[in-house]
């Protein structure tokens, strides 16, 4: 699927920019026009040792240059880097720079799906894959994708509730991507990578929030502490069987118990007496 989506915009890319070039073949200018390009060849033979250096033009490695000549988009792919030549009375050029641009996203106030009003920010990587069709097909590549990186947040985030928002940030982020690149494969334009930063929820739905799982923090500790009740008192149970059948146990049980309190520096020592013998006494 990746490859037929490439392929597809290579075709789209390469139509119009067949169509941004001239309406016939490359370099076609027409008889003033090639006039005007020897005019100016022989006014540069004439004052050779001035104007050969307005003829050569350095780019950089990351950069390339769309030469126009004419107003002609000279050839179907930008020169550089490097140097290059071009006729300084009728040629023009533009630099376009290929490294990797970031930019924030501004917060954006976004009704979700479940009618809850969140502030979403992120933070988009783009670059041009195209220098010619960046130049030729749009005003301002830059600009233009950033203004289209709020609206594509805003339009996907629209379809989600809150539960998603919060969740599934990864989704959201590649499905913005999918969208900005599909956008501006016209532009020339290659979204490397979409981020979400900050979802910022308001006062009121975070304190509720907060009251919801502190009181499911708090279910859950009284069913633990219900469950630790139950398994205590089954094994009291299953203790109080075990010395109900060996009277001994009891009489180690009370010594044993003396034991820790004698450990404890206490002055108060505790006799216990069998229930039976208080018993017998009340009757009396």
């Given at each position: ?8 915009g ?30 100016s060849?022989?006014?540069?033979l ?38 290059f030549?071009?006729?300084p ?47 030729a ?41 999918s ?32 009251a919801?799982?502190?009181a ?51 002055s ?14 009340m009757?009396?």
């Amino acid at each position: 699927m990746e490859m037929e989506d490439q392929m597809e915009g290579q075709k789209r890319r390469g139509v119009s920019k067949d169509n941004l070039i001239s309406e016939g073949p490359v370099g076609s200018l027409g008889c003033v026009g090639w006039l005007l390009v020897i005019l100016s060849g022989f006014f540069i033979l004439l004052t050779f040792p001035l104007t050969i250096w307005f003829c050569f033009k350095i780019v950089q490695e990351y950069e390339r240059a769309v030469i126009f000549r004419l107003g002609r988009i000279t050839d179907r792919r930008p020169k550089g880097p490097g140097i290059f030549f071009i006729v300084p009375c009728t040629d023009s050029f533009v630099k376009v720079d290929l490294r990797t641009v970031s930019f924030d996203i501004p917060p954006q106030e976004i009704l979700t799906k479940d009618s809850v009003t969140v502030s979403v920010d992120g933070v988009v990587y783009f670059r041009v894959s195209d220098p010619i069709a960046s130049v030729a097909n749009v005003t301002n590549a830059d600009f233009s994708t950033r203004l289209l990186a709020q609206t594509t947040l805003r339009n996907v985030l629209g379809t989600k509730n809150l539960a998603e928002v919060l969740s599934d940030r990864e989704g959201i982020a590649h499905s913005m991507q999918s969208s900005l690149d599909e956008a501006t494969d016209n532009w020339g334009i290659k979204v490397e990578r979409v981020e979400i930063k900050d979802v910022k929820l308001p006062i009121q739905l975070q304190r509720a929030m907060a009251a919801e799982a502190e009181a499911a923090r708090e279910a859950r500790a009284k069913v633990i502490a219900a469950e630790g009740e139950m398994n205590a008192s089954r094994a009291l149970k299953e203790a109080s069987l075990v010395i109900a059948e060996s009277p001994s146990a009891l009489q180690l049980r009370y010594l044993q118990t003396l034991n820790t309190i004698a450990a404890e520096k206490n002055s108060t020592i505790i006799f216990p007496l069998p229930i039976d013998v208080m018993s017998h006494f009340m009757r009396k």
